[in-house]
C-alpha cells in the first residue's frame, strides 16, 4: 500500500528563516502529488500541486516544491518565512489513475516573531 | 464559490447511537470524498462517489459507516452504534472529474465528532 512520510512533525522558525519540509512516498509508479495547508481554526487548503512536466512547482504565498522521482519525494520550500505562515502542512499522493489522496501525518510549522 | 459546507461543525454523542453528517459540495464538483483525522494525523481515505454512485470503500469503512449521495448533490455519512474510537474529525472533500488521479481535492471544514 502507498505511504507518505514526513519527517518533522514539529517545526519552530525565526521569521526570515528558510524553510524546506520533507516528503517521501513509497509508491513506484507515476504520482500525482500535493501540499496541502491547514491554518489555525481553517480547513484544508491547496498550496501547490504536481502532475507532470517541471518538476519545480510553484504555489501560493511564495511556496515551491521540487518533485525528485529517484528519491521519491517531493519537499515544500519557502525562502523567507513570515509569522502568518504558522499552520500545520500536509503532503498527500495520488497514483495515476487513482481516486484517493494518500496524507502523510502532517508538519506543524511554528513561525516565531 | 461558496465551498464545499460541511454540518454539523461538532457533534457528541453518547455510545452506541447513531449519527449522520452531511456535505454539500461545490455544486459543479460531481466527484465527492469523505475522509477521517484522527489526532496528530493526516486524513485518511473513507469513501468517494461520481454523481450518486459510490465507487471505492475503504476498509476503514466497517459495516456500522454508510455513505450516501442520492442524487449526486449533497452526501450524507452515517455512522450507527457509535464507539469511542470512531471520535475524530470528518471531512468531505470535491472535486471536478478530470482522470487520471489529477483531481484537485478541495475540503470543507470538517465536523468534529466526539463519543462519550
Known amino acids: 500500500a502507498q505511504s507518505v512520510s514526513q519527517h518533522n512533525h514539529h517545526v519552530i522558525l525565526s521569521e526570515a528563516a528558510s524553510l524546506e519540509l520533507g516528503c517521501n512516498y513509497s509508491y513506484g509508479g507515476t504520482v500525482n502529488l500535493f501540499w496541502y495547508v491547514q491554518y489555525p481554526g481553517q480547513h484544508l487548503q491547496l498550496l501547490l500541486k504536481y502532475f507532470s512536466g517541471d518538476p519545480l512547482v510553484k504555489g501560493i504565498k511564495g511556496f515551491e516544491a521540487e518533485f525528485i522521482k529517484s528519491k521519491f519525494s517531493f519537499n515544500l520550500r519557502k525562502p523567507s518565512v513570515q509569522w502568518s505562515d504558522t499552520a500545520e502542512y500536509f503532503c498527500a499522493v495520488n497514483k495515476e489513475y487513482g481516486n484517493k489522496l494518500v496524507f502523510g501525518a502532517g508538519t506543524i510549522l511554528r513561525v516565531k516573531s | ?116
Open chain 2, 1 to 116: 464559490d461558496t465551498g464545499v459546507s460541511q454540518d454539523p461543525r461538532h457533534k457528541i454523542t453518547k455510545r452506541g447511537q447513531n449519527v449522520t453528517f452531511r456535505c454539500d459540495p461545490i455544486s459543479e464538483h460531481n466527484r465527492l470524498y469523505w475522509y477521517r483525522q484522527t489526532l496528530g494525523q493526516g486524513p485518511e481515505f473513507l469513501t468517494y462517489f461520481q454523481n450518486e454512485a459510490q465507487l471505492e470503500k475503504s476498509r476503514l469503512l466497517s459495516d456500522r459507516f454508510s455513505a450516501e449521495r442520492p442524487k449526486g448533490s449533497f452526501s450524507t455519512l452515517e455512522i450507527q452504534r457509535t464507539e469511542q474510537g470512531d471520535s475524530a474529525m470528518y471531512l468531505c472533500a470535491s472535486s471536478p472529474f478530470r482522470g487520471g488521479g489529477q483531481e484537485t481535492q478541495y475540503f470543507g471544514p470538517g465536523t468534529r465528532l466526539l463519543v462519550l
